[in-house]
């Protein structure tokens, strides 16, 4: 005897059901997978593009950083060679502007006038030493003013001494020491020559 089990038709389509339901399932699964795998994609291209251009800063914030050492040691180099050429010149100043001082000091002193003592500190000068009258040292007096060297010339004081029973004036003198004048000089002997000039031209 042949038996041929036949299924019901509930069955079927509870079996047909169950298929659709696991399509559903798998679909949607892996649809989620997808775009689980796009923002992936996209946060990893993204994080990527930030990365460069963050070593792109970076890099030109090294180098801006490079160039204000550059430029810092520029600066100080700049500033050094300042301070090498005012040393250098205060040198110069020192070697020569003394002895045209001395001499200029010598050409202002009257016959009848000695200087005892000359003491020199950043540019002000004081002279002591004595004359024989007070016209002596206003002569004196004039000449340093005269002198380009010599600048705010004042009298300190004067004191009546005797020495080897001979009456003698001690004073003091005091003014302001420029060493290198030249271009003053120049500046004031301009208006003169333009005088000579003019006073050549005339007939």
Do not use: H
Not at 10 to 28: F, P
Not at 74 to 103: C, F, H, W
Not at 164 to 177: E, N, P, T, Y
Request: hydrophobic residues 45%.
């Amino acid at each position: 005897m042949i038996r041929i089990n036949l299924l019901s038709t509930r069955e079927i389509e509870a079996e047909q059901g169950r298929r659709q339901d696991i399509i559903v399932a798998v679909l949607a699964l892996g649809g989620t997978v997808a775009l689980c795998l796009a923002v992936f994609l996209f946060q990893f291209f993204r994080t990527t593009m930030l990365q460069r251009q963050l070593a792109g800063l970076r890099s030109e914030l090294t180098a801006m950083e490079d160039g204000a050492k550059e430029v810092n040691e520029l600066q100080a180099k700049n500033t050094a060679l300042k301070q090498k050429l005012s040393v250098i010149e205060n040198l110069s100043k020192k070697k020569v502007g003394p002895v045209r001082v001395m001499e200029s000091l010598s050409a202002s002193a009257p016959e009848r006038l000695w200087v005892t003592e000359f003491k020199e500190a950043s540019g002000s000068l004081t002279v002591s030493g004595m004359a024989i009258d007070n016209q002596t040292i206003a002569d004196f007096l004039k000449a340093l003013q005269a002198s380009q060297y010599f600048k705010d010339v004042e009298l300190v004081e004067t004191v009546q001494t005797q020495q080897d029973k001979v009456a003698f004036k001690k004073f003091a003198v005091k003014s302001r020491l420029l060493y290198q004048p030249q271009l003053e000089g120049e500046t004031k002997m301009i208006p003169q020559k333009a005088a000579e000039t003019k006073g050549v031209a005339k007939p």
